[in-house]
Every structure is written in C-alpha cells, then in structure tokens.
C-alpha cells in the first residue's frame, strides 16, 4: 500500500484520441484540397490522393487516415482542353472523413485541375480551319 500524500495522474485514451482528432478535422476542414486531372480525375484514385494530401496536413497530430476513411459525397470530373475550349473545365468533389477511432467526420471540398489544351492541338484545329 503506498504512503500517504502519493498523487496518482491518469491520462484516458479516449480523451486523448478525440482531442488529437479535434485537431486533425480543425486542419481538414480549413485547407483547400487541389488535384491534377492526371492524377486523380476517377473516384479510386482521387480516395488514395486525398488520403496522401491529409496525411502530409495532419501529420503532427498523430492520425493516419486511410483512403477507405473517405467518403466522396459530390464529385465532377476535370475535362481538358482542346481546341474549341483552351482552358477546359476544371472539376470539383465534396467529401466527409470518417476514422473508425471517433463519432464525428470532417468535412471538406476541393477541386480538379484541368489541364490546358497543348499548343499544337491548336495550331491543328487553325490549319484544318483554314484548309477546308
């Protein structure tokens, strides 16, 4: 039996986990998400690069987030230039983070970056413009 006036300190796991991930959806939630449409303008794909992205954000707090703890609410791919549209369209995705460690999700949005037309394809469309 220990002596008189001994302090006992406990640190409950609970506690802990949900003031690490408090962190971490703090972090998700106000960073704007950017994806290549090479890179990731498919459902599969884009899971795997949000994953890796929040990963590299939330490092510090101690969470790992696994591409299957992202739920991709809203998506719209990227469509890349071409003659008739030079920029494209870029794309967008909403989606929800949810660890099996908590009882709440983080939210957030991003976008899909198109890539422009290349510079021959308009150069092609002039000439076959101009030959016709």
Same mark, same amino acid.
């Given at each position: 039996?220990?002596?008189?006036?001994?302090?006992?300190?406990?640190?409950?796991?609970?506690?802990y986990?949900?003031?690490?991930?408090?962190?971490?959806?703090?972090?998700?939630?106000?960073?704007?998400?950017?994806?290549?449409?090479?890179?990731?303008?498919?459902?599969?794909?884009?899971?795997?690069?949000?994953?890796?992205?929040?990963?590299?954000?939330?490092?510090?707090?101690?969470?790992?987030?696994?591409?299957?703890?992202i739920v991709?609410?809203?998506? %719209?791919?990227?469509?890349? +230039?071409?003659?008739?549209? *030079?920029?494209? &369209? /870029?794309?967008?995705?909403?989606?929800r983070v #949810?660890?099996?460690?908590?009882n709440? %999700?983080?939210?957030?949005? +991003?976008?899909?970056?198109? *890539?422009?037309? &290349? /510079?021959?394809?308009?150069?092609?469309?002039? #000439?076959?413009?101009?030959?016709g």
């Amino acid at each position: 039996m220990p002596a008189s006036d001994v302090t006992i300190t406990a640190t409950f796991l609970k506690t802990y986990i949900h003031s690490r991930w408090e962190s971490a959806k703090d972090i998700i939630e106000n960073n704007a998400f950017i994806v290549q449409q090479s890179s990731a303008n498919d459902l599969n794909v884009l899971h795997f690069r949000l994953a890796e992205q929040i990963n590299k954000m939330i490092i510090e707090t101690g969470f790992v987030i696994s591409p299957y703890d992202i739920v991709i609410i809203t998506f %719209s791919p990227a469509t890349a +230039g071409d003659a008739d549209n *030079p920029q494209g &369209a /870029n794309g967008y995705f909403e989606f929800r983070v #949810s660890p099996a460690t908590v009882n709440n %999700s983080a939210y957030s949005s +991003g976008t899909i970056i198109a *890539p422009p037309v &290349a /510079n021959e394809d308009i150069a092609m469309k002039i #000439s076959s413009i101009f030959a016709g």
